[in-house]
């Protein structure tokens, strides 16, 4: 059973850094197909970023030059880095899994089979 654990979140002033981590258990592939998604209080989950099972990466244009998505393997651990954090980055951060691997982009939440809980990002100004 594939599970995910996100931690790392926490409160914040405005050009602050955080960096989330997601924990895979139970996945059959060592380089599964991986995101980073957000929600906002009353607004829909919005993709942030994403990796592909070659490591390829991309981010959503709002958080580009400020975020990054990498992954420790050795760890099974995926990762955020998030500088110059702004308060319109408050969110509940979520990591999610596709079940199988891809060479390429996905960005709806149906796209991705397995999440995480969700850890909650505050940025204050």
């Known amino acids: 059973q594939v599970q995910l654990a996100e931690s790392g979140g926490g409160s914040v002033q405005s050009g602050g850094s955080l960096r989330l981590s997601c924990s895979v258990s139970?996945?059959?592939?060592?380089?599964?197909?991986m995101a980073w998604f957000r929600q906002a209080p009353g607004k829909e989950r919005e993709w942030v970023a994403a990796m592909d099972s070659d490591d390829d990466t991309r981010t959503a244009d709002s958080v580009k030059g400020r975020f990054t998505i990498s992954r420790d393997s050795s760890k099974n651990t995926l990762y955020l880095q998030m500088i110059g954090l702004k308060p319109e980055d408050t969110a509940m951060y979520y990591c999610?899994?596709?079940?199988?691997?891809?060479?390429?982009?996905?960005?709806?939440?149906?796209?991705?089979?397995?999440w995480g809980q969700g850890t909650q990002v505050t940025v204050s100004s």
């Open positions: 139970g996945y059959a592939y060592s380089s599964p197909c």
């Open positions: 999610a899994a596709k079940k199988s691997m891809c060479f390429g982009f996905f960005f709806r939440e149906t796209n991705y089979d397995y």
